[in-house]
């Protein structure tokens, strides 16, 4: 696979930045900046990082199902993280999910069928200070109200278009 | 969005002094405010001496445990034929704790310099900066840094014609509380998964790559520039004896004023909540506070008249933890609470060991089944009994994280408990068993 050149320039980088013989290292990084750009990881991303990595397939697979931010099936464009850790629930956190959940149609990790919106409740996000808290992707939203979350899905929506 | 507050009257502001200067995240801004100079100082200190400012600093770990920085650091053997390594705690994931991702949002270099004193101390030359991977706005932000830092000579070859070497790389990680844990964040930057190690050896000795390593937390390594600018000593003064400093409280919950506030050690938790967070939300009653982070031991109503620091909070046998303080007031149900927790725990879970793979599922089960109504009369002895039977039994601490704040949650509210049995058969919640 060959992947964008500032992506490739980051692996080159990323290879280098461990000590000699412990590329295996990368493999969690790689992964994580590989997925985001191709939407997934693949059987194919899979064998690409273990050969950049120096190790087998099945060693980057075991790490591929457990780490949660690791996806086998695409999201959607927007992967809207809804945190119901304890603060968050305190302040209205699974109301927001359940919001977010009729708005868009969808159960958790599920995505639209337009593959423009996926779900999920996440564990703490570090916004406990501002919550309830959501992720759109890696972006922060802090204090979200059921409107606020309208909004936001509106302006999303509108920019696909 | 900001996020940190409007400085509040009751601050002492040593970590946190320079938030609010536009651009803080610069260099520029950094060496317009002080950036750098307890580096330079420290290049003309002994290692011995940087230790020793460290332990009369009073610093102790702000992951969670407390435990002396100083010693820590005194810990990394002084010649080693290996390289030995810093790594930077940053994986920020108990649940009630925001506070790191202010420091490096607003001061990442003042945790880089902490760095690279730690680096002179115990004569390591390369560091990483493990990044829990939803936070990736800031891994893109210190890597920004990072680069500018080389580029003008303040990483990398002989700093500054120190002679003294210091890389720094961010590493992401991809979703997982137990990867803060220390030896399982280290299988992590390994490239396994996050699977705890049996300790000892302790990573001082063999950490990453089996090589010395220091790890530490974001606000640990944020404190060092102002132990050794201003002395260990001056540290000290500000917070109670053992519990040096200041330390980040992030106030979260059914509180008037959350935020982050950086108040000295052993602030009394009572006005914390009132004169700093404004008192309990809509002027309802306190109920009870988890003082720092979801694995501590909640704290009712009156016990919170306590002084904020390791010791006390110890003695109360309860926990300062990461610093997360969640304010519950008395309309929190403390059977959904205790669920919403171990759902928490159960999930995390790594599932290396038994005692904590089969307990937190269990107690989830059972407390979910008790939360929907299907409670049975022996359940408040078997949650109690699960929980008392996997503390201290587990591989690593996340079977304790688990099993302390569900103890404390049926010890001091096993009225609340009975009184929602009570009731279960007249409300039931949910009509279907869950089967989970
Ligand atoms: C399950 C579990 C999760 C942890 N998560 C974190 C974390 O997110 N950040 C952190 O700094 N320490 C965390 N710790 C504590 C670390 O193991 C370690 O004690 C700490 O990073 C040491 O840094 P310190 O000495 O600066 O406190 C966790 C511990 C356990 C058992
Ligand atoms: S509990 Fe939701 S962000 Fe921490």
Redesign the interface.
């Known amino acids: 696979m060959i992947f964008p050149p500032e992506l490739e320039a980051r692996f080159d980088k990323m290879l280098k930045a461990y000590p000699e013989g412990r590329q295996r290292s990368a493999v969690i990084p790689m992964l994580m900046y590989a997925q985001d750009a191709i939407g997934m990881v693949t059987p194919e991303l899979v064998q690409e990082v273990a050969r950049r990595c120096g190790v087998t397939a099945l060693q980057v697979d075991e790490v591929v199902g457990y780490y949660t931010m690791l996806h086998r099936k695409p999201f959607g464009r927007h992967h809207i993280q809804v945190c119901t850790n304890i603060s968050c629930m305190l302040r209205g956190g699974e109301e927001l999910l359940a919001h977010a959940s009729k708005r868009l149609g969808i159960g958790n990790r599920e995505a639209t069928a337009d593959g423009q919106f996926s779900l999920e409740e996440v564990e703490c996000i570090g916004a406990c200070s501002w919550a309830p808290a959501l992720i759109d992707n890696y972006e922060f939203h802090h204090s979200v109200t059921p409107e606020k979350l309208d909004q936001l899905i509106d302006s999303l929506q509108k920019k696909a278009q | 969005?900001r996020?940190y507050n409007e400085p509040n009257p009751l601050e002492v502001k040593i970590l946190t002094r320079r938030f609010g200067i536009t651009n803080s995240h610069t260099l520029d801004v950094y060496l317009q405010n002080d950036g750098f100079q307890a580096f330079q100082k420290a290049l003309g200190m002994k290692p011995d001496q940087i230790i020793d400012e460290m332990k009369a600093s009073g610093l102790r770990g702000r992951g969670g445990a407390g435990f002396p920085a100083g010693m820590k650091w005194s810990f990394v053997p002084r010649s080693s034929p290996k390289?030995k390594y810093i790594v930077v705690n940053a994986d920020?994931?108990?649940?009630?704790?925001?506070k790191?991702?202010l420091l490096m949002e607003y001061d990442p270099i003042q945790m880089i310099e902490g760095m690279m004193i730690a680096g002179l101390a115990i004569d390591s030359h390369?560091a990483?900066v493990y990044v829990?991977?939803?936070?990736?706005?800031l891994i893109d932000l210190l890597d920004r840094v990072i680069d500018e830092l080389y580029a003008r000579g303040w990483l990398g070859k002989s700093i500054h014609g120190s002679g003294f070497d210091f890389d720094v790389?961010t590493?992401?990680?991809?979703?997982?509380?137990e990867c803060g844990e220390e030896t399982a964040l280290l299988d992590?930057?390994?490239?396994?998964?996050?699977v705890p190690r049996l300790k000892p050896p302790f990573p001082a000795v063999a950490g990453a790559?089996a090589s010395p390593t220091l790890l530490t937390n974001v606000e640990t390594f944020s404190a060092v520039p102002a132990i050794i600018r201003d002395g260990g000593a001056a540290f000290a003064a500000l917070g109670t004896p053992r519990n040096g400093g200041t330390r980040m409280f992030?106030?979260?919950?059914?509180i008037e004023r959350?935020?982050?506030y950086e108040l000295p050690m052993g602030f009394n938790l009572l006005q914390m909540i009132n004169e700093v967070g404004g008192g309990v939300r809509g002027g309802r009653k306190l109920k009870a506070v988890?003082p720092g982070g979801?694995s501590c031991p909640v704290l009712k109503a009156d016990e919170c008249d306590i002084a904020m620091d390791f010791d006390a909070l110890a003695k109360a046998k309860s926990m300062l933890g990461s610093g997360?303080v969640?304010i519950?007031d008395e309309t929190?149900c403390m059977v959904k609470?205790a669920m919403?927790?171990m759902k928490?725990y159960a999930?995390?879970s790594?599932g290396w060991c038994i005692p904590c793979r089969e307990g937190t599922a269990w107690l989830k089960k059972t407390l979910i089944r008790f939360h929907d109504g299907h409670g049975t009369s022996k359940d408040i002895d078997l949650i109690d009994d699960i929980a008392k039977n996997m503390l201290g039994r587990t591989f690593c601490a996340l079977g304790d994280a688990a099993a302390m704040p569900t103890i404390s949650i049926v010890e001091k509210f096993r009225d609340e408990f009975e009184a929602y049995l009570a009731k279960s058969s007249t409300t039931v919640r949910v009509p279907e068993l869950t089967v989970v």
């Open positions: 969005m996020l390289p920020e994931s108990e649940p009630g704790t925001c790191d991702r390369k990483y829990r991977g939803e936070y990736r706005y790389y590493h992401t990680g991809a979703g997982s509380y992590s930057l390994e490239g396994k998964r996050g790559w992030c106030l979260s919950g059914h959350p935020g982050v988890v979801s997360g969640v519950l929190t609470f919403r927790i928490f999930h995390e790594c």
